[in-house]
């Protein structure tokens, strides 16, 4: 018997219906050590010697592991193909080495990038051992991370109250963000004007060309900067005539994209699909272990977290096969195409991500698959036809137009693009993010010396934009671009900006929070060298030189501690001042805009003596007058207000964290909105009990404005009437989040559905299905998100909103959701892992609630018992109870006195044995 360990249980229960009863496959189910979140687990002062230890759930997958090989032939490692993957079967050969089971047992390490009964039985008949310098380059990269951020967070939490943690890569991805925003910020619009004449040829045909010189000279787009000069220009357009000076008809070719890497399959994903990174990388890890197809469970695509663009030769000539048998034999090259990487510090280690059979078409495929995974490989099999098709034949025409009047000359020109042959356009064609369609209509025929008519003239006023913000897609994007982290953490770095509250997505771009803004200010105020893109490149360009046998791992984390450490200790001493003094440096162009009028942006609209500047406070930083306590203006960070001088309150008595949206129109009370113990909420006027609501799930303080809040403080709000018994339906935020409710019936409303918009056939929905479900009417019974199958047990496992947040739960056992794992971006593996190491906890030892209603409703017993139980039970109270105790026995005849010592004996008795 052969043991053969993987990572996912999905791809275990694939793999054993290949291998047959010679082998046994089992999971790990990832990582089954990891270095415990405490300090000294990497210690730089012993030669950066790394504890590692074993959880629960790591624990019984080992022991699974060691009971399996007792008696085996041989141990075969075949974790995933990449560092990672490389990683977690070093751990699991340490650990056994650890226990002392392996013995003379031979191990071997195989890796296949395909989860199809060929990749997996060509894997096998070429074995290798673990790759060290891989291991070294995973060990370096898990130390720096856990030096940077068990040793720059706590700095954060002591010097920036509300900051909660920064990261190695996951700080550089924020300070792309946030520079973005002050590039944004900062930008100063210029005045442009354009001007198109219309015109006709003589046979009619019609065009539009542009003006892009005059007297000799040429004229760039922001050449023509006010409306007299525009003006201008069209008096003599609109006098001149006009002929064709030149024509020019250039072929052009465009050829096909390169087949998907992770990075650019999280980019057309996004763009495409609307798919968050994370997302789009569940739904890939699913297509790639394996779906059910005609009774037989098949990896549909290869290994989905690669960098290279290169596809098996074999593979290659399959998919040239299906361009001719589809599309015909003038969509396939003459020869097939080669591609590289041009992305920095890419390893090309890997296949592209294509289909493991090209020959599957999705409309073949779809019926077997969710919705999501349907189009995800559609994406992907398009993708990958189209990168070995024919380019398309393209010709570019170019008019120059002479505009003629009296002496002066004015030159104009028009262009054009047909397609001759689409080529690979017939199939796939990239999106972008920010660029327009660079294709344009085709110009009517025209000859040199043509006589053109005037049909109009134009001049169009216009203004530069600044650079739009990134979206989640241009973010991977720039990252990639630069060198920072690796196609793996990509989306786990976007997750983990948004699960700290530092970035907000906002119309699918992404928006820096203050908190976030914060961060990265006093990142670049005392440890500016870390957030440096080149810094964090050339660190990675290391770590890759690590995997390449060209460096030595230690000595990359002593080079990198020295400079760090020596940073960290200098921040000892940092006073608040210095810390203020250089957040308002940084964030002057954000917290203090300029207003336009010439006048001081940091003047105190409530004093107007008092100079504005940020302030700490246990809420976190907000701005506030310097005459304070005199002056009690604060406000929020960022200046919202009109002309930018942000809406603030000297009645507040100086707490930070309230914001004024306005004044409800129909009561004229202020509506507010504030930090509380418990969130941000709104707030209608002042007074003993005010009118609140809590923020739905996901909303930002920023994000509200007075329209918003008054539509929250108008909740309960009725959508519906209920179909049969006529009573209303109500939307509304609870304790718990948003819910509807009909009668004593309450549904939960989930994260795709707004409480403040939903309509009333989704509220009738949630309570038909709630109804219908019976059971506590309390709260809702949410149906969940289905994540598969547990290959073991084959329960249906689905990830749920609980009562006390987001679990996951195979009908038998729940468990609930760590705070680093979404209850989006949780895949099949994790929840498989969480369960597993739930039951293994066995059940929880807290008395249920019937068990306590039945010990408080039992009849009391004779005082005897009552003293002979007082003795047994261990001394767990209080000294609060003690003393009661004392009281109460102090009032009693002077004959209880006697008992004292007794008391004493008992109480020290019991500490004894607690201890």
């Given at each position: ?35 415990p ?16 230890t ?10 699974d ?14 974790t ?11 751990h ?7 226990k ?59 010097k920036?109250?509300?900051a ?67 003006e ?13 000076s ?32 994370a ?51 003038n ?49 992907i ?7 070995q ?25 028009a ?19 920010d ?9 009517p ?50 997750q ?13 771009r ?35 030189r ?12 002593r ?41 001081n ?5 409530t ?15 907000f ?8 002056c ?7 200046a ?50 005010p009118?609140?609501?809590s ?5 930002s ?16 709000r ?7 018994s ?26 795709e559905?707004d ?24 709260g ?16 249906p ?75 047994k ?20 005849k ?22």
């Amino acid at each position: 018997m052969k043991i053969l360990v993987v990572e996912s249980p999905a791809k275990a229960k694939t793999i054993n219906k290949y291998l047959g009863k010679d082998y046994e496959v089992l999971a790990s189910f990832g990582h089954i050590r990891d270095l415990p979140a405490k300090d000294g687990s990497v210690d730089p002062e012993n030669d950066f010697k790394m504890i590692w230890t074993l959880d629960d759930r790591g624990g019984k997958r080992l022991n699974d592991i060691a009971r399996a090989i007792k008696g085996a032939d041989k141990l075969i490692l075949a974790t995933d193909p990449d560092r990672e993957g490389e990683a977690i079967s070093w751990h699991v050969l340490e650990a056994l080495r650890e226990k002392r089971v392996l013995k003379d047992l031979p191990v071997e390490r195989v890796t296949f990038n395909a989860i199809t009964k060929d990749s997996v039985l060509t894997a096998l008949r070429n074995p290798r051992q673990i790759d060290q310098a891989l291991v070294d380059a995973y060990l370096a990269r898990r130390a720096l991370d856990y030096l940077v951020g068990f040793n720059l967070s706590p700095v954060l939490w002591r010097k920036l109250p509300g900051a909660r943690s920064a990261g190695r890569v996951q700080s550089v991805a924020l300070r792309l963000v946030c520079d973005r925003e002050l590039e944004i910020e900062t930008f100063k619009s210029q005045e442009y004007w354009s001007l198109v004449a219309t015109l006709a040829t003589k046979d009619g045909g019609v065009f539009d060309a542009r003006l892009v010189g005059a007297d000799g000279k040429k004229i760039t787009r922001l050449d023509i900067g006010k409306g007299e000069e525009a003006e201008a220009f069209k008096r003599d357009l609109e006098l001149a005539t006009f002929s064709v000076s030149n024509i020019e008809a250039k072929p052009a070719k465009r050829h096909p994209y390169p087949p998907f890497t992770t990075s650019t399959l999280q980019q057309e994903a996004s763009r495409k699909l609307g798919l968050a990174p994370a997302q789009a990388m569940r739904v890939a890890q699913r297509l790639y272990e394996g779906v059910e197809i005609g009774g037989e469970t098949v990896g549909l695509i290869t290994y989905m977290r690669t960098d290279g663009v290169d596809i098996d030769p074999p593979a290659v000539q399959d998919i040239r096969r299906v361009i001719g048998k589809e599309y015909g034999d003038n969509y396939v090259p003459g020869v097939p195409r080669k591609y590289t990487v041009k992305a920095k510090n890419a390893q090309e280690a890997h296949e592209a991500i294509r289909p493991t059979d090209i020959s599957r078409l999705p409309k073949q495929v779809a019926k077997y698959l969710e919705p999501e995974q349907a189009r995800l490989y559609e994406l992907i099999w398009t993708r990958t036809i189209a990168s070995q098709m024919e380019s398309a034949q393209l010709e570019r025409t170019t008019a120059d137009i002479l505009a003629e009047v009296g002496p002066r000359r004015l030159d104009l020109r028009a262009t054009g693009q047909v397609i001759k042959f689409d080529g690979f356009l017939t199939l796939y064609n990239e999106s972008k993010d920010d660029e327009a369609d660079e294709d344009e209509g085709r110009l009517p025929p025209m000859s040199k010396g043509d006589a053109l008519t005037r049909r109009r003239i134009v001049s169009t006023q216009h203004f530069t934009e600044p650079p739009p913000r990134f979206s989640e897609a241009s973010l991977v994007k720039r990252m990639e671009e630069l060198g920072i982290g690796r196609p793996s953490t990509y989306a786990a770095v976007l997750q983990v900006l948004r699960d700290r509250e530092y970035v907000r997505i906002d119309k699918k771009r992404l928006v820096p929070e203050d908190k976030g803004r914060l961060v990265i200010a006093f990142l670049e105020s005392f440890f500016r060298r870390y957030v440096e893109y080149d810094f964090t490149a050339d660190l990675e360009e290391q770590l890759d030189r690590v995997s390449n046998h060209e460096v030595d791992w230690k000595q990359v984390l002593r080079d990198f501690w020295r400079d760090f450490s020596a940073a960290i200790g200098e921040t000892t001493d940092l006073r608040t001042t210095q810390v203020l003094d250089s957040l308002n440096e940084l964030l002057g162009p954000h917290i203090f805009p300029d207003k336009g009028d010439g006048s001081n942006p940091r003047t105190c609209p409530t004093c107007g003596t008092g100079q504005l500047s940020l302030k700490l406070g246990k809420f976190g930083a907000f701005i506030g007058c310097s005459n304070y306590p005199e002056c009690k203006f604060t406000r929020q960070l960022a200046a919202t207000g009109a002309n930018g001088e942000g809406e603030g309150t000297s009645e507040n008595g100086g707490q930070p964290g309230v914001r004024v949206l306005g004044d409800d129109p129909e009561s004229g009370q202020q509506v507010t909105i504030r930090d509380g113990r418990f969130g941000p909420f709104v707030q209608l006027g002042e007074g003993e009990k005010p009118k609140r609501s809590s923020l739905p799930k996901g909303r930002s303080p920023a994000s509200i404005d007075l329209e918003t809040a008054l539509k929250l403080l108008a909740l309960p709000r009725e959508v519906a009437k209920h179909p049969v018994s006529g009573e209303p339906i109500f939307a509304s935020i609870g304790r718990y989040g948003p819910y509807v409710q009909h009668g004593k019936t309450y549904a939960n409303i989930g994260n795709e559905d707004d409480v403040l918009e939903i309509g009333g056939n989704r509220a009738i929905d949630l309570i038909v299905a709630k109804e219908n479900g019976g059971g506590f009417r309390r709260g809702a019974a949410d149906p969940g998100r289905p994540l598969g199958e547990d290959p073991e047990s084959a329960k249906p496992i689905v990830v749920k909103a609980g009562r006390f947040g987001p679990y996951v739960t195979d009908g038998e056992t729940n468990a609930t959701l760590p705070k680093s794992i979404t209850a989006e971006a949780v895949t099949l593996d994790e929840a498989i892992a969480l369960l597993v190491a739930r039951r293994a906890a066995g059940p929880s030892k807290k008395p249920s609630r019937g068990r306590k209603i039945a010990a408080k409703k039992a009849p009391a017993k004779k005082a005897a018992a009552k003293k002979t139980a007082t003795k047994k039970a261990p001394v767990t109270a209080t000294k609060t109870v003690a003393k009661k105790t004392a009281t109460k026995s102090a009032t009693k005849k002077p004959a209880a006195k006697k008992a004292a010592p007794k008391k004493v004996a008992v109480k020290k008795a019991a500490t004894k044995k607690a201890v």
